[in-house]
């Protein structure tokens, strides 16, 4: 079962930063969090993972919180082409690289 | 380098029909999932290969769902006979390691 809580939807004005929330009480200290986005009609597309620190790379950023119970993805300059459903996912480290995808955060980015 | 390939993109078919999806994941992942996406629902683990070997087919419904892959490279996923409630996106994904999943374009699976 999913083991993150996120907002069901979000809206963001284009050229502003889209910060999205997640929630991961439950994380383990092995567990990676990863963020995948799916855009309309199309498969899932891998954005960005960590496990303690921040990371940032071409897409986005990854803000963990020091106690690892939850976490932001960054979108630095939304545009039109980020409107996507967002998936925050924990992956367990011991049952053979499982993700589990609730149900997301659709973020609109607005004109 | 190519991503995960999926045929086909669409398919209708009638309840008590059978239909097979074909997936080719990135060259050199060994581990390659089979993924049910309901429509407003994320992805759900059908099943997952190691090389040829099945890791994880738990979720998978063994009455009526079955999936191969031979020779470690190629995957198929075959449902038989459809019901209404398989209407959903089939989505393939792989990877080298442990690690990041890279999904294909998806099928998207209409049973009348």
């Known amino acids: 079962d999913a083991k993150t809580t996120q907002p069901p939807s979000m809206d963001c004005a284009e050229g502003r930063a889209a910060n999205l929330p997640c929630n991961h009480s439950?994380?383990?200290?092995?567990?990676?969090v990863y963020w995948y986005r799916q855009i309309h009609s199309q498969g899932p597309q891998y954005i960005i993972h960590?496990?303690?620190n921040n990371e940032t790379n071409e897409m986005a950023s990854l803000i963990i919180t020091e106690d690892r119970k939850s976490s932001t993805l960054i979108l630095p300059h939304a545009t039109l082409r980020d409107t996507a459903v967002y998936y925050c996912?924990?992956?367990?480290?011991?049952?053979?690289?499982?993700?589990?995808f609730g149900t997301g955060t659709s973020l609109t980015v607005i004109p | 380098e190519a991503g995960v390939a999926q045929s086909p993109r669409y398919k209708i078919i009638e309840k008590r029909q059978s239909v097979a999806f074909w997936c080719n994941p990135i060259?050199?992942?060994?581990?390659l999932y089979w993924y049910q996406q309901i429509l407003g629902q994320g992805p759900k683990l059908l099943i997952q290969?190691?090389?040829?070997?099945?890791?994880?087919d738990s979720q998978l419904p063994k009455d009526r769902f079955s999936a191969e892959r031979l020779k470690g490279v190629d995957s198929t996923l075959k449902i038989q006979p459809a019901k209404l409630e398989d209407s959903a996106v089939y989505l393939c994904?792989?990877?080298?390691?442990?690690?990041?999943?890279?999904f294909g374009p998806g099928t998207r699976l209409t049973v009348l």
């Open positions: 960590g496990l303690k």
């Open positions: 996912i924990v992956r367990p480290s011991n049952t053979g690289n499982q993700f589990y």
């Open positions: 439950t994380i383990s200290g092995n567990e990676y």
């Open positions: 290969f190691q090389n040829n070997g099945v890791v994880d």
């Open positions: 994904a792989s990877s080298a390691h442990a690690d990041t999943q890279y």
């Open positions: 060259s050199g992942h060994a581990t």
